[in-house]
């Protein structure tokens, strides 16, 4: 039997067949999972999402701006209205302003460090704060991280310091929902070509130096990325939460 059969998940932040959410939603299909999906409100995000996830024929596909308190109860009401419990989120949205990405991070502006705080670590919180009391069942929750939480990569600026902060979310979160038989963990990916990893200055340098640098001598691929998602998502990992798991060909190890 699928390892994902009878199981029903939300996915937040597919862009287009580069996302890494939308690696992981293909693997969960594969594995017998319904997904409902969230896209950013605009109209070609819109008509790019559900052209992508078309095939699946998801019974949800909503707009949802996650700086929105609304647009995230909508979305989690309606899941509610139509599958009656969740099992799996899948939060794979990270935004900063281009301007703060390309100066260093000490010239962030107030306004672009809240922005970026915003989107790629507090929408973490209030996701997690209304799928929680829908997975009656128990329930697992998974946000995508990077090495950059954890040291300087230059040019990763305040994304860096999101990062860490989302990570220690992850932490607390995984403390408040345990009991609830909610677990919450993130994956901390190797760089991967996506529309978000475009707008990172140097990123394509940064990707040479990782798989020149990385024990396995080379950059992880999405499919890699969707297998240790598959695990922390499903009932292999039922011990683990308030974890980071590096899925890096080995980076995060090297000091030099
Ligand atoms: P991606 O395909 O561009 O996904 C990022 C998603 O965030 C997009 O779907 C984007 O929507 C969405 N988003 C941004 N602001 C939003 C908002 N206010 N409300 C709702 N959605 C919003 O890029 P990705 O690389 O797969 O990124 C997914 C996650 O992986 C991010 O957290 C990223 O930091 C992390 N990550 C990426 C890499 C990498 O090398 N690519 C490595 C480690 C970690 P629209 O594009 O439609 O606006």
Redesign the pocket.
């Known amino acids: 039997m699928a390892t994902f059969a009878d199981k029903i998940g939300l996915i937040?932040?597919?862009?287009?067949e580069?996302?890494?959410?939308?690696a992981i939603s293909q693997a969960l299909t594969a594995e017998g999972a319904q997904l409902a999906f969230?896209?950013?409100?605009?109209p070609?995000?819109e008509r790019?999402?559900a052209d992508l996830v078309a095939p699946l024929s998801p019974k949800i596909v909503l707009p949802?701006?996650?700086?929105k308190d609304e647009?995230i109860a909508r979305v989690f009401a309606e899941v509610r209205d139509v599958y009656g419990r969740l099992d799996f989120l899948v939060?794979?949205?990270?935004?900063a302003p281009p301007p703060d990405l390309r100066r260093p991070y000490v010239e962030t502006s107030r306004p672009g460090w809240h922005l970026a705080m915003?989107?790629?670590v507090y929408?973490l919180v209030a996701a997690s704060r209304v799928a929680a009391p829908l997975m009656t069942a128990g329930g697992t929750i998974l946000?995508?991280?990077?090495?950059?939480g954890e040291k300087v990569v230059p040019g990763y600026n305040v994304?860096g310091v999101?990062?860490a902060a989302?990570e220690h979310s992850v932490r607390h979160l995984a403390w408040d929902l345990g009991r609830q038989h909610v677990r919450v963990n993130a994956?901390?990916?190797?760089?991967?070509?996506?529309?978000?990893?475009s707008g990172?200055p140097g990123?394509d340098d940064l990707?040479q130096h990782a798989a020149a640098k990385s024990p396995l001598g080379r950059n992880v691929e999405p499919r890699e990325l969707a297998a240790t998602a598959l695990y922390l998502l499903g009932d292999m990992s039922s011990g683990v939460t308030g974890e980071t798991i590096h899925v890096d060909c080995g980076y995060s190890i090297v000091g030099l």
């Open positions: 937040m932040g597919v862009a287009n580069r996302s890494i959410a939308w969230t896209h950013f409100p605009s070609s995000s790019r999402v949802c701006d996650v700086q647009d939060h794979s949205i990270a935004f915003d989107i790629s929408s946000t995508i991280s990077y090495f950059g994304m999101c990062k989302l994956l901390s990916a190797g760089p991967v070509r996506t529309l978000s990893a990172i990123f990707r």
